[in-house]
């Protein structure tokens, strides 16, 4: 018998695109290097392993907490679990879509916030330097 994953289907029926995934592989590496099928064949196994790892942990997180809709608090504590705490980003400045003084943001404030994080996770990508964030203009100086 097959092992079973939570739909009902068998672990062989999941994956992950192969070129998406060949794509980001490739990005991750200096262009003189070239990766084996069989290798990125195992790269894309792992990845899909390593999201059954999670998902699996955090369901367990919000049966604990007799929640039936795992939530995003319910992922990060997974991580935490597993020992991965260490690719947890820093989510105190965004909580439930609002920003941590309570105010809801703009569009153009929510449009400048992606953007930043875009170019972060490129930077993280690229093996660069994570540009700062830039500081709120304090709503008191503004007339």
């Keep these: 018998?097959?092992?079973?994953?939570?739909?009902?289907?068998?672990?062989?029926?999941?994956s992950l695109p192969k070129a998406?995934?060949?794509?980001?592989?490739?990005?991750?590496?200096?262009?003189d290097v070239r990766v084996a099928r069989d290798a990125q064949d195992l790269l894309i196994e792992c990845c899909v392993e390593f999201i059954n790892l999670i998902?699996?942990?955090?369901?367990?997180?919000?049966?604990?907490?007799?929640?039936?809709?795992?939530?995003?608090?319910?992922?990060?504590?997974?991580l935490e679990?597993?020992?991965?705490?260490?690719?947890?980003?820093?989510?105190?400045?965004?909580?439930?879509g609002k920003w941590s003084n309570g105010a809801e943001m703009t569009e153009e404030e929510a449009v400048a916030?992606?953007?930043?994080?875009?170019?972060?996770?490129?930077?993280r990508m690229n093996g660069g330097a994570v540009a700062p964030k830039q500081p709120d203009p304090d709503p008191s100086l503004e007339s």
């Design 1 to 14: 018998m097959e092992p079973m994953d939570i739909v009902g289907k068998s672990k062989e029926d999941a």
């Design 20 to 31: 998406t995934m060949t794509k980001i592989i490739k990005e991750m590496l200096p262009p």
């Design 55 to 78: 998902s699996s942990e955090s369901n367990e997180v919000c049966n604990r907490e007799d929640k039936r809709t795992i939530a995003p608090e319910h992922v990060l504590k997974a």
């Design 81 to 96: 679990v597993l020992g991965f705490g260490e690719y947890i980003e820093e989510q105190d400045s965004l909580r439930g």
């Design 113 to 123: 916030e992606q953007q930043r994080m875009f170019a972060e996770a490129r930077a």
